[in-house]
């Protein structure tokens, strides 16, 4: 399991690691924690003729809070998010993280990297595109900002160009009223998820005004819907997780399309998702009031 | 508000910029100890740690990320070391098992799994110690039996000690509540590679025959047992049936409408010759394979096919394939169903990723039929943008039959996504 040879450059800057992308005409690849690189790299289902290595850009591995949002950069490594206490105002990663392979992948792995390989079965994604959060690119024609909707567009692949960095990504923290849930199926800790969700609820008042899911592992890429009327429609009920069960077994229906595989059958996945999506949106329900999760 | 937290603890790297075949550079400190090596840009720290320096409690199992037999820490957190490039170590502090202790003085890890019957074979042993250093030195200093066997599950242990590793280490959890010992034989010391400069420089050498030989199926067998994958995909198009057909018919054109894929030659009987390319984010295959026909039914317009494919990874695919084109409301209704079988490291990687991938290069495929059959001109080998950029340049002889692949559900799709 070696990699096949390849060119291998760090530079300082990110202008220069762009130029570097750039020159390699598309036969380049960004390393930065390297979790879901080298493996392909190792079973050489990959064999890029150039690795641009971020890791010597400083500023890069920074975890900063501007007003709403939390700004996390290329080279922060997922160990280091769980560890922040700026980053306890984006609840959903504190539940996401500790699912994301092992303590000893995250320890190297960025929060970053996980996006950009837009695996459909990893958590982060999910929670980027449950939040909103903006993606911000950096390439040869300057930097841009992408909302998460239109940064993943498939099966390990974004929006980001060949000549391009995902440089940060920014989680809007929580608002008040605002509650979570988070939770996966998978056939060992640390694996890719056979299904999971993200939920998300906001409640203004007594009304729920927002509630959102992402599914992820249940398609070629996280899929977000607004549940807010379902979620509406349910609350007062005297048990919220049940009367929430019927719609999401219809939205089990609409969003898991992936086929299935040896490890589940894609009617056993979209079993899983309703069981999960009704547990947990009632999970965000109940955090959005400041009642016991 | 802003406020800024950096999280680096140490200068950045400096800037390096080698060929793949060029030696480079590297000093980091290993257990206390500052060391230089020189290594091709391709070699994992634990092949460094090795193979130049002559540590082998560093075990190396899987070599892609998934044993944890060669955990070490790098700056105090444990980490993969096939995981990590040599070169990336630059800089950092690494510990690895023989670090933790001696033979004469052991850390209480150590002694624990000694007293705790914690290894039989002890292949895995260098890296449960290191993780379960890692996890008591920098968890929040709670273990409880119901979290800790998740906790340790970044290892693998093959030959059932399971229970007496997580004993070994719950037990140093309970006699050390403020914190576990600092690892113990971690000073200045002169570290010995083995092996010599030969060894020194590094890996496999850069012309495996992995890299040179090419594989050129040539025989066709029907795919039998159970698939990897089977895929039915249902799409709506614009064209006539007629139209439709005469693409299907015409397997020059039909193989163009595959983003990627490329027929080479004719063997007659039916039986072609062809290659693909499938780039999916840093995956690149380049398949190699063959094509048969096996029923060709104008009245019915349906098209049977097996095919095969192969890369020169060890990646080998193949293919049952049917392809029925009938006559819908507003155009034609073309409906793939295949059985798709996969070995090799792709069949380890794939998960349900290469039933969904299939089903995309279908939709691109369908489309491009659809195209075909209203211009009468075959698109460009490979040429296209495709809707998801890289994500579907796909398949020839093996995996382009994939690309019939695919899955159920796919009517709805598009406009779900629109929606959302």
Not at chain 2, 342 to 349: K, M
Request: glycine share 12%; proline share 6%.
């Amino acid at each position: 399991m070696k990699p096949a040879p390849f060119a291998y450059v760090r530079p300082a800057t990110l202008d220069d690691a762009v130029a570097e992308l750039a020159a390699t005409d598309g036969d380049g690849k960004v390393l930065a924690g390297g979790q879901s690189l080298v493996p392909v790299l190792a079973m050489r289902l990959g064999r890029p003729g150039t690795l641009v290595d971020i890791n010597g850009v400083a500023g890069l591995d920074t975890i900063d809070r501007r007003g709403p949002a939390l700004r996390i950069g290329a080279t922060t490594r997922q160990r280091q998010v769980e560890r922040s206490p700026a980053a306890a105002d984006v609840p959903l990663l504190g539940l996401a993280l500790p699912f994301v392979g092992h303590r000893e992948l995250r320890s190297r792995g960025t929060v970053c990297g996980s996006l950009a390989h837009a695996d459909p079965g990893a958590e982060l994604p999910a929670v980027a595109a449950c939040l909103g959060a903006t993606l911000e690119v950096v390439g040869t024609s300057g930097r841009r900002t992408l909302p998460a909707a239109e940064f993943f567009q498939g099966a390990m692949s974004t929006a980001v160009g060949m000549d391009e960095v995902l440089a940060a990504v920014e989680f809007p923290v929580a608002r008040p009223g605002e509650g979570f849930g988070f939770a996966e199926i998978a056939r060992r800790h640390g694996d890719f998820a056979l299904a999971g969700v993200v939920t998300r609820v906001l409640v203004t008042g007594s009304a729920v005004a927002e509630a959102v899911i992402s599914g992820f592992g249940v398609s070629d890429r996280a899929v977000t819907r607004d549940v807010t009327d379902l979620v509406r429609s349910a609350v007062g009920q005297p048990d919220l997780e049940a009367a929430l069960r019927p719609g999401a077994e219809e939205l089990a229906r609409d969003v898991v399309d992936t086929a299935g595989d040896a490890h589940g059958s894609q009617g056993y996945r979209r079993r899983l998702f309703a069981v999960l999506a009704a547990r947990e949106l009632a999970r965000a329900y109940r955090r959005s009031t400041g009642a016991p999760a | 508000m802003t406020t800024t937290q950096s999280t680096g603890t140490r200068a950045p790297q400096r800037p390096v910029k080698a060929s793949a075949d060029e030696l480079i550079d590297v000093a980091f400190t290993v257990n206390g100890t500052p060391v230089s090596v020189q290594v091709p840009a391709r070699m994992h720290l634990a092949d460094a740690l090795r193979t130049n320096l002559g540590l082998s409690g560093t075990h190396l199992g899987c070599e892609h990320g998934v044993c944890g037999m060669c955990t070490v820490l790098i700056d105090g957190d444990a980490a993969r070391a096939c995981l990590v490039f040599a070169v990336q170590a630059e800089g950092t502090e690494v510990v690895t098992v023989e670090g933790l202790g001696t033979q004469e003085s052991q850390h209480p890890l150590q002694q624990a799994f000694s007293h705790h019957h914690a290894l039989q074979c002890g292949f895995c042993t260098p890296g449960f110690l290191m993780s379960s250093y890692d996890l008591l030195a920098n968890g929040d200093g709670e273990v409880s039996p119901e979290t800790l066997p998740e906790e340790m599950s970044g290892v693998i242990c093959r030959c059932t000690g399971y229970r007496g590793i997580l004993a070994a280490v719950a037990d140093v959890a309970e006699t050390h509540p403020d914190g576990i010992p600092e690892p113990m034989n971690c000073a200045p010391r002169t570290l010995v590679g083995r092996g010599g400069a030969a060894h020194a420089s590094g890996g496999a050498p850069a012309g495996s025959p992995e890299d040179a030989v090419e594989q050129e199926p040539t025989e066709l067998i029907r795919p039998t047992g159970t698939p990897t994958i089977t895929v039915e995909v249902t799409r709506q198009l614009a064209s006539p049936v007629e139209d439709v057909w005469a693409v299907m018919d015409d397997i020059d054109r039909l193989a163009r409408c595959l983003p990627g894929a490329e027929m080479t030659a004719d063997l007659g009987g039916d039986r072609y010759r062809g290659r693909a390319k499938v780039a999916l984010g840093p995956v690149r295959l380049k398949f190699d394979g063959l094509a048969q026909i096996t029923e060709r039914d104008p009245g019915d317009h349906t098209l049977a096919l097996i095919a095969q494919g192969a890369d020169t990874g060890g990646n080998r695919t193949a293919a049952d394939i049917v392809l029925r084109a009938t006559p819908g409301d507003d155009g034609t209704v073309l409906v793939a169903e295949a059985k798709v079988f996969l070995s090799g490291r792709i069949a380890q990687f794939g998960r349900a990723l290469a039933g969904d991938v299939s089903q995309r290069m279908f939709e691109q495929f369908a489309d491009a039929v659809d195209r075909t059959a209203r211009t009468g001109t075959a698109p460009e080998v490979g040429a296209g943008p495709s809707a998801l950029r890289i994500g579907l340049q796909a398949v020839g002889a093996g995996l382009r039959r994939r690309a019939a692949l695919v899955v159920s559900a796919i009517r709805d799709r598009r406009r779900r996504r629109q929606e959302s």
